[in-house]
Each structure stands twice: as structure tokens, then as C-alpha cells.
């Protein structure tokens, strides 16, 4: 079994920056990718970045170029560094780690709110 705990969400203006964090624990041994998903009112949960465990990385386009997605093997913890926030990408944050079996954990999730 793996944990994920999540924080850094908040409330922010929008052009501002946010951090989150996903600390892992557990079975950290089994994983392989860790990313973040999100979810807005109404709307379905999606992909916002993803790095797997030999570090390559993946964006959803609404967020490259804005969002950094990185990874402390020795922390058991991966970011998400978000600049110039949009009123879009207000939603619930959630982490999420896929084991080498494909098996798939997620966080509690964390609200980020971009409001002026």
C-alpha cells in the first residue's frame, strides 16, 4: 500500500504561483509514475503533468509552458510548481502514483482556487 499526502492548494490571484506537494509513504518501493490530476466543478477529473520514475515528464497542453512537475527520490515526494494561474485552473488538486503492476493510489486531494 502507498499514501499520498498532499498540500501547498490555496487561494491565489490570478498571474500568481502556487507549490504543491505529494508526499509518499508506504510501499514507495513499488512505484513507478507519480503526476497530478485535477478536477473542476462539474467536470471530469484530468491529467495536469505526470514524471515517471526515470524522470521524464508529460503536461496536459492547457498547463505547459506554466506548470513544472518535479520529483525527490530521497524524499519520497514529487511538486507541482504552478505559474501564472488562470481562473481555469481552479479546481481540486490530487496527487496520484501508478506501482510498476499498475496498481493506482491517490491523495486526498487539495483545492486550488485563482480568484481575483
Known amino acids: 500500500q502507498v499514501q499520498l499526502v498532499e498540500s501547498g492548494g490555496g487561494l491565489v490571484q490570478p498571474g500568481g504561483s502556487l507549490r504543491l506537494s505529494c508526499a509518499a509513504s508506504g510501499s514507495i518501493f513499488s512505484i513507478n509514475a507519480m503526476g497530478w490530476y485535477r478536477q473542476a466543478p462539474g467536470k471530469q477529473r484530468e491529467l495536469v503533468a505526470v514524471i515517471t520514475s526515470g524522470r521524464s515528464t508529460n503536461y496536459a497542453d492547457s498547463v505547459k509552458g506554466r506548470f513544472t512537475i518535479s520529483r525527490d527520490n530521497v524524499k519520497n515526494t514529487v511538486y507541482l510548481q504552478m505559474n501564472s494561474l488562470k481562473l481555469e485552473d481552479t479546481a481540486v488538486y490530487y496527487c496520484?502514483?501508478?506501482?510498476?503492476?499498475?496498481?493506482?493510489?491517490w491523495g486526498q486531494g487539495t483545492q486550488v482556487t485563482v480568484s481575483s
Open positions: 496520484h502514483a501508478a506501482s510498476h503492476l499498475k496498481v493506482n493510489y
